[in-house]
């Protein structure tokens, strides 16, 4: 019976036991349901430790065709931000591996052997805590502290347990390299500095690239305070932060005892440096329209600094007020890439980009009528064409001196920028053929009122930008390709803006303007500059637009922004200087190795449609060019009337006898009695001695051989009485 009972009372105690592990089974099966729920309610309910932009947003940068920094824009939320770059790809360089290095060894050492928690650091910072009684090292991985800069929340116990579950997500989505490119993006340095990148440029003045011990101990030790450590507000704390991390790294075995000692001799900044401010105007419209955050331009840093440099001395000789101002354009004619943009003199004071405003462009536009006129045969270079006071219709134009030289040149009207002649020609091809041609090329024209002829002499609106372009066509023989700021765009394929030979005339009278106001200065390599100016109406704009073949091309404007009345600033005495300042600049900047190939001369040869002959090889109906005779296609015949045909003169009374005509086309030779006067003529008037009384024969022969004659009675005396 006792036996029985004890039996009994065991199977009871097994029973027991049995069901209490049934009962635990079902617990942990339900922690086990529990736990699985409350994970994929994570999953399904909390937002990805990635936000909806993703990478994060980063400073606008404008850099030069070799990468150099012209202008950096804070990001929409006010943060100076650069992207983190772990090697060098796409262009970027890397962060110095040494610096990623040392910072992993004191922020998380198995930062690549992980999934986002470290137990092992855990445990540790829990243990410091239970002996201490305080925090003595923390426990948040790269990755967590990644999870916290992409989304902030604030520090409680149960954030940090959704931050280490979002640290375990959050290396399922990113690479490791992905993650710690971000951190180092969005680390914050004091202040609105954000990244790796923002700190070395605005404390340091560098990139990333390079970084001494002392710098990467007070790079890794500002983001754990970066308020307190600021070096530009909090010196010293930031130099005690810097040298603690120093001999820490020591510790650790990461720096030797040499190089701790030259870290803590070295200087930490007192205050940010300042970003680069060049190509003001340019890189704030290209940041505003273009939407990325890196803008690689054409532009050349060194050769932009220069000129600014030349601006800012420029613009405190015109005045500091701003009412007069300057733009500067740089062009290389292999290309049209754009070199160096000045859009004013001083952009706080006159942020227009003038390189783009339309003014009225004066004597500027007169290469082009000439041009035009060379390409349509009835004009050469050695023609003679006549400048006096002339009036066309209503509108009576004077040269800008007031002076007028009678029969010159072409060559000479161009290169002294005679009003007159440019207007006889301008009325014979037809400005609204000289606007079109421009349109044709994509240039703005004004088309509100039909064109006139004081188009020859600013009638017109255009801006530098334009007016540099045609230019650089000169240097091109002919070929018109818009300006790009753009290194890496293709090459458009060039339109014809004037004929080949048409050009070379063009460029041949500019080259070979007269010494006294032609020649480079000292220091510009190759042959002289070609170049010509323009004065607006009431001195409210000067120009010089000048070109080297194979160069470059470079375009001046100086005036007043507000349209106001200018005093005695005219392209010779205002632009000139300072075109030919930059030309000597140009010449001090070394292409680097590969650029060179592109400089070629592209200007070379001479068109087998020139004519290099003198004026009187031309054929006769290029030798003279004038508004009442044209190319003498339709002009009238010479005709005599003085002395009146049939007509009796005494000789006392006229010991010297004029003889005038008018008609035809010079040059002109008078015959008396079949024997030549002289030589030939410019003008149809002249006057001779006659040898005696009786029956002469006078006759005039023009250029084209047409002639006229008229028979005169001279005599003496009494007989001219009767």
Not at 544 to 550: E, N
């Amino acid at each position: 019976m006792q036996v029985r009972d004890e039996a009994e009372a065991s199977q009871v105690e097994v029973d027991l036991v049995q069901h209490r592990k049934k009962k635990l089974l079902i617990a942990l099966a339900a922690l086990t349901i529990i736990t699985g729920c409350s994970v994929l309610l994570l999953f399904l309910f909390l937002p990805s430790p990635l936000p909806e932009v993703f990478p994060p947003p980063c400073s606008t940068k404008v850099v030069d065709r070799d990468g150099r920094l012209l202008r950096l824009f804070t990001t929409k939320d006010g943060y100076w931000r650069l992207p983190a770059h772990l090697g060098n790809t796409d262009g970027h360089t890397a962060i110095d591996p040494q610096f990623i290095r040392l910072l992993l060894a004191c922020e998380d050492k198995r930062f690549w052997s992980h999934h986002g928690v470290d137990p092992l650091a855990m445990s540790r910072a829990l243990l410091q805590f239970i002996s201490q009684g305080r925090v003595v090292s923390g426990a948040s991985t790269i990755t967590m502290q990644t999870v916290r800069l992409l989304r902030p929340h604030p520090r409680s116990l149960w954030w940090k347990l959704l931050e280490m579950f979002q640290a375990l997500r959050l290396e399922q989505q990113l690479s490791k390299e992905e993650i710690l490119a971000t951190y180092l993006t969005l680390t914050p340095y004091g202040g609105n500095i954000e990244g790796i990148e923002a700190a070395c440029r605005f404390y340091f003045q560098k990139n990333a690239t390079r970084i001494t011990p002392s710098e990467a101990a007070l790079l890794i030790s500002l983001p754990q305070s970066p308020e307190r450590r600021r070096p530009d507000r909090q010196h010293e704390q930031a130099v005690v932060a810097r040298n603690r991390f120093l001999h820490r790294l020591y510790d650790e075995g990461l720096l030797t005892a040499e190089q701790v000692k030259l870290g803590l001799e070295q200087p930490i900044p007192h205050k940010r440096s300042p970003t680069p401010f060049l190509a003001p105007h340019l890189s704030q419209r290209l940041a505003r329209t273009t939407g990325r955050e890196e803008i690689r331009t054409s532009l050349v840093r060194p050769l932009q600094e220069q000129l600014e440099s030349i601006a800012g001395q420029v613009q405190d000789r015109l005045g500091a007020d701003g009412k007069k101002t300057l733009a500067i354009l740089v062009v290389a004619n292999q290309g049209r890439r754009v070199l160096a943009y000045i859009g004013s003199g001083d952009f706080w004071s006159n942020g227009i980009d003038l390189t783009r405003a339309r003014r009225s462009p004066g004597s500027a536009l007169k290469p082009f009528i000439y041009g035009l006129a060379f390409e349509q045969g009835f004009l050469h270079p050695e023609t003679r064409i006549l400048d006096r006071p002339t009036r066309f219709g209503g509108y009576g134009p004077g040269n800008f001196d007031g002076r007028f030289r009678g029969w010159i040149s072409v060559r000479e009207a161009l290169q002294r920028s005679l009003n007159l002649p440019a207007v006889q020609v301008l009325e014979r091809v037809g400005p609204q053929r000289l606007l079109s041609r421009f349109a044709g090329l994509g240039l703005a024209v004004d088309q509100d009122k039909p064109p006139g002829l004081s188009l020859a002499l600013g009638g017109t609106a255009a801006s530098l930008k334009e007016l540099t372009g045609l230019y650089a066509a000169l240097a091109d023989r002919g070929q018109f390709k818009p300006l790009s700021y753009n290194p890496d765009a293709p090459v458009p394929s060039g339109q014809k803006m004037l004929s080949r030979a048409a050009t070379w005339y063009v460029d041949d009278i500019l080259r070979t303007r007269p010494p006294r106001s032609g020649l480079a200065p000292k220091g510009v390599q190759g042959s002289r500059i070609r170049y010509k100016t323009g004065t607006s109406y009431g001195y409210r704009d000067a120009w010089a637009l000048g070109y080297t073949p194979g160069g470059h091309t470079v375009g001046v404007w100086i005036g007043r922004p507000d349209w106001g009345y200018g005093k005695e600033t005219t392209g010779a005495n205002s632009a000139v200087p300072v075109l030919f300042r930059v030309f000597a600049a140009l010449n001090t900047m070394q292409e680097p190795q590969g650029k060179q190939a592109e400089v070629k001369q592209i200007h070379h040869g001479i068109p087998a449609e020139v004519l290099l002959v003198r004026h009187n090889q031309l054929p006769v109906h290029l030798q003279w060019f004038s508004r009442t005779a044209g190319t003498g296609q339709g002009a009238n015949k010479p005709r005599i009337y003085f002395p009146v045909d049939g007509s009796t003169m005494q000789l006392e009374q006229e010991p010297l006898l004029a003889l005038k005509a008018q008609g035809g086309i010079p040059p002109f030779h008078w015959l008396v009695n079949g024997r030549p006067l002289g030589r030939e003529h410019r003008e149809a008037i002249t006057s001779y001695s006659p040898e005696g009384p009786g029956l002469t024969q006078i006759t005039l022969v023009d250029s084209r051989g047409k002639r006229d004659s008229v028979s005169v009675w001279l005599a003496q005396g009494e007989a001219a009485g009767r």
